[in-house]
C-alpha cells in the first residue's frame, strides 16, 4: 500500500492537495498550527487571472487553474455535501483613460469598455473611470464562509486525519538527505517526532521558517466588508488597490493593502483601512454608504516573482505548495492536480513541464502585474 503523506500546513492548498490525494486512495494527515490565519479564510476568493493582469508562466498557470475550478467545486460540493458559492460572474478592471486601458497586459482577453459600457455593467461607478476591459470568464468562490468549510468536511468524508494545534518546528532527514520524520509540538506543547518520509510544505507566508532555502516572505494584506443592498452589484470591480467582490447574499469583501514592509506585524492600521475606504469611494461612490460588516488582515505568501513554488524541494520526499502570493485560490484546484500528481508520478508531459516553470529555485524576474494604488 503507498505510504501516508503528511501535509504540513491546513490552509487552502493543504486542504486541497489532502482532498485531491485521498481522492486518489493515499493515507493523508494534515498538520495544522492555527487554521483561523490562513490565506483562504482572509482572501476575497477571487478567480482572476485576467483581472489581475498576470503574465508569462503564471498566466499560462492560471488560466489552467481557471479551467479546473468548476470540476474541482464539483468534486469538493459532491464530496462534502456542502456549496462553495463558485460564481463566474465577470471582473471589470476600470481605467482612467483609453489608452492606460490598452496597454493592459490580459486585455486581448477581455471585452473593452467605454464610458458608456462600465455605467452599464457597474451601475453607479465613479466618475474618474472612462475605460475598461470585461473579463466575463473571471469570477469567484466565497472561500471564507463555504469554501474552506467544505473542503475540511470533504477531507473528513474521505478519511484524512487531522491534527489542529500542531506545529512542525522542524524537518529530519536520514543519511542520504531525504525526509526521514518531523519535529513537532502538540497543543498540549508535548514535543514529538512523527516518522514521515514524504510530505508536502504547505505553510503559506510561514514556510521559510521550516527550510530558510524556500525564497517566501509574508505579504500583508487588510480586509473589509459591506453589507450591500442585495443585487447592487453584479460583477467585481477591480481597481488599483482595491476591489469590490459581491456575494450572492449582497455581502461585499473588499481588499485589500498590499504591505511587504509589515512583515509579520498582525493588526488592522488607520493608514491601511483609509486606503481601501478611499478606494471605495473612488471606484462606488455609494457603496461608501453601506454598513461595514467584518475588518480583518492576512499574510499573503509571497515569492520574488510572485509565482508559487510547486514539486520538488531541497529535500527528497518533501513536496512543495507554498508561494500562491494574491493567486492562491485562483490556483488551489491546479495546484492540488500538479502536486498529487507529482507524488503519485502520474503527471504528463505538458503538467511536468508545468511544475518545473514553478521549481522552488528557478530564476526569478518579477514582471509587476496587479495594478498598485493610484
Ligand atoms: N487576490 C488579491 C489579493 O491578494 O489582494
Given amino acids: 500500500m503507498a505510504e501516508r503523506v503528511l501535509i504540513l500546513g ?36 477571487m478567480l482572476a487571472p485576467h483581472a489581475e493582469g498576470l503574465a508569462g508562466d503564471l498566466l499560462r498557470l492560471g488560466q489552467a487553474g481557471l479551467e479546473r475550478v468548476p470540476a474541482w467545486v464539483a468534486a469538493v460540493e459532491g464530496d462534502s455535501g456542502l456549496g462553495c458559492g463558485l460564481r463566474q460572474c465577470g471582473i471589470v478592471v476600470p481605467f482612467a483613460s483609453a489608452a492606460e486601458r490598452d496597454g493592459f497586459a490580459t486585455g486581448p482577453y477581455g471585452q473593452p469598455l467605454d464610458r458608456a459600457g462600465l455605467e452599464r455593467e457597474l451601475p453607479g461607478i465613479g466618475p474618474r473611470w472612462q475605460a475598461g ?10 472561500n471564507r464562509r463555504r469554501l474552506m468549510r467544505a473542503l475540511e468536511r470533504a477531507c473528513v468524508a474521505l478519511g484524512v486525519h487531522f491534527q489542529e494545534g500542531t506545529e512542525v518546528e522542524g524537518l529530519e532527514r536520514d543519511g542520504s538527505g531525504s525526509l526521514r520524520a518531523v519535529r513537532l509540538r502538540t497543543a498540549e506543547g508535548e514535543r514529538r517526532t512523527l516518522e514521515a518520509t514524504q510530505a508536502v510544505l504547505a505553510c503559506g507566508a510561514w514556510s521559510a521558517r521550516l527550510l530558510p532555502e524556500l525564497p517566501v516572505f509574508p505579504v500583508k494584506g487588510q480586509m473589509l466588508s459591506l453589507q450591500a443592498p442585495r443585487g447592487a452589484l453584479s460583477r467585481v470591480i477591480f481597481g488599483p488597490g482595491t476591489y469590490l467582490v459581491p456575494r450572492q447574499d449582497g455581502l461585499v469583501v473588499v481588499g485589500a493593502t498590499s504591505e511587504p514592509e509589515a512583515g509579520f506585524c498582525e493588526g488592522l492600521t488607520p493608514a491601511g483601512q483609509r486606503q481601501l475606504q478611499s478606494g471605495i469611494e473612488a471606484l462606488l461612490p455609494e457603496a461608501a454608504g453601506w454598513p461595514p460588516m467584518e475588518r480583518w488582515w492576512g499574510f499573503r505568501p509571497c515569492t520574488p516573482d510572485e509565482g508559487p513554488l510547486l514539486g520538488a524541494s531541497p529535500i527528497p520526499g518533501l513536496w512543495l505548495a507554498t508561494g500562491h502570493h494574491r493567486n492562491g485560490v485562483l490556483l488551489a484546484a491546479i495546484t492540488a492536480e500538479l502536486v498529487a500528481g507529482v507524488i503519485g508520478g502520474t503527471l504528463a508531459q505538458e503538467e511536468q513541464d508545468l511544475v518545473e516553470a514553478f521549481r522552488w529555485n528557478r530564476d526569478a524576474t518579477r514582471t509587476p502585474t496587479h495594478r498598485e494604488p493610484a
Fill in 10 to 45: 491546513g490552509g487552502l492548498m493543504g486542504l486541497a492537495i489532502a482532498h485531491q490525494l485521498a481522492r486518489r486512495g493515499r493515507a493523508v494527515q494534515v498538520l495544522s498550527r492555527r487554521r483561523s490565519e490562513a490565506a483562504g479564510f482572509v482572501a476575497a476568493g
Fill in 133 to 142: 476591459w470585461l473579463f466575463p470568464q473571471d469570477g469567484q468562490i466565497d
